[in-house]
């Protein structure tokens, strides 16, 4: 069997007396996308914010690529491949398109003798951010200046940022909200791809989406996984439609 890139074993968070993240175990493989689903409040949030390492757990480990990161910041997580998405927009928005991902660029190969040097005319930094672009399909929108994108390019931007890092894991919260229908169906086109680039650990409430795109679904209520495996598997567990999907699935 492959080994997991990403790996949760036993993580646990307390506010207080509320048991936000109960013992959970969570695994994501190569070129999968994994869907974590549960209603309001279920601790997916907090749950993310661990992984990433905006939060500590209180017990629990969690390892990138086989190494115990539990302890490490949320930027050096990233330095190590974990890319994570939507939540924390940090677009400059009178920046050109390809201006943003050449920034994202930067950071990937951050080294100090660069900021001495004309960032934008760097012809290896500027490749990297025109193959993201290219990958999430903004090449032709490379010089139009960001806030003249619409909310799904934006989210497409975000996306190719991300992929100038050269992820080894994609943390995505909620990508699908704000799309109408056209860029919801864009989006997930995109992730669709994406997987084989860096596999997804997906939050998202939009169920389409998730049915559509997951390889496992888990699902979070009240802190504890109640149920973990392939979309058709999720879809007739009994416990899960009591708890959660009802007639939605
Ligand atoms: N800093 C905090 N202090 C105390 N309680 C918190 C804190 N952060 C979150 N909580 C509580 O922990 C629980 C889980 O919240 P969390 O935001 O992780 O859920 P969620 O599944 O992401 O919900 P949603 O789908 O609404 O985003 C909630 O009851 C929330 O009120």
Not at 68 to 94: H, K, N, W, Y
Not at 197 to 204: F, R
């Amino acid at each position: 069997m492959t080994d997991p890139v990403l790996e949760v074993r036993g993580l646990t968070k307390r506010f207080g007396a509320l048991v936000v993240s109960d013992a959970i175990d969570l695994s994501l493989n190569p070129g999968e996308i994994h869907a974590l689903i549960g209603p309001n409040g279920a601790g997916k949030t907090t749950l993310i914010a661990q992984v990433c390492g905006m939060l500590a757990p209180d017990a629990g480990r969690i390892r990138l690529k086989g190494q115990d990161v539990t302890a490490l910041p949320a930027r050096a997580r990233a330095r190590r491949g974990l890319a994570r998405t939507f939540q924390i927009s940090a677009l400059a928005m009178e920046d050109t398109v390809l201006q943003n991902a050449m920034l994202g660029a930067l950071g990937a190969a951050a080294t100090p003798w660069r900021l001495f040097r004309p960032v934008l005319q760097d012809a290896a930094l500027r490749a990297t951010a025109e193959a993201a672009l290219s990958r999430v399909g903004l090449l032709d929108k490379a010089a139009v200046r960001t806030a003249e994108l619409s909310h799904g390019e934006r989210r497409q931007l975000e996306v190719a940022v991300a992929l100038t890092l050269k992820p080894a894991a994609f943390v995505m919260d909620e990508p699908m909200a704000g799309l109408g229908a056209e860029g919801g169906q864009k989006m997930t086109a995109l992730l669709d791809q994406l997987r084989h680039e860096a596999p997804i650990l997906l939050v998202e409430h939009d169920m389409d989406a998730v049915f559509a795109l997951a390889d496992r679904i888990s699902v979070l209520v009240y802190g504890r996984v109640i149920a973990s495996g392939p979309p058709d598997a999720i879809r007739a567990d009994a416990a899960v439609r009591e708890a959660y999907l009802g007639d939605a699935a």
